[in-house]
């Protein structure tokens, strides 16, 4: 019997990754279900995915009420300096140790192409934390930023391709 073709390959790893990102909790046995291919097969194609780290992390969604916390994202536009300058910096992961030190937890991290270079998402218990967090943004990388924008999540209607559950919420901000 003849191998998969790479773009059958890359199809059936497309259709795992769905399910995961729907439900990464779910057992490989229903996965295998919803793809219509054998539990050996979604096993064999999880591993693969784990090991070329097309898959570097599974992720729990939180309701941060819940755990009297408040989402934030931090928008920042550099400035005109290199960015390599501060590269080794940004890769230490130097930022999130202190966000840690002051209640912070970083969820999400990403370099931009637009109005701005860089957002950071993260939780913390309150406004006045978060606006202490951005302070450490800019003492940490001095001479490289030119503006940051602090706004709180208000509402989150889907987290990391999963709805909120208490939908009928939103109703309650609008």
């Known amino acids: 019997m003849p191998k998969s073709s790479r773009k059958q390959i890359d199809e059936d790893e497309k259709k795992v990754i769905r399910q995961l ?40 969604v939180v309701d941060c009420e819940k755990i009297d916390s408040k989402l934030y994202l931090m928008l920042i536009k550099k400035t005109h300096e290199p960015v390599s300058k501060i590269v080794d910096i940004i890769i230490s992961r130097k930022l999130e140790e202190k966000a840690k030190e002051i209640g912070v937890a970083v969820g999400c991290s990403d370099y931009l192409h637009g109005c701005f270079d860089w957002s950071i998402c993260f939780t913390a218990p309150s406004i006045k934390e978060a606006k202490k967090f951005c302070e450490i943004v800019n003492k940490l990388y001095p001479n490289h930023i030119s503006e940051i924008h602090l706004m709180e999540k208000i509402f989150p209607v889907t987290s990391c391709n999963i709805n909120n559950p208490d939908l009928n919420k939103l109703k309650e901000f609008l």
């Open 21 to 60: 990102q729907i439900n990464s909790k779910e057992s490989i046995d229903e996965i295998a279900k919803k793809c219509g291919f054998s539990r050996q097969k979604v096993w064999r194609v999880i591993k693969r995915l784990e090991k070329n780290k097309t898959i570097w992390g599974y992720h729990a």
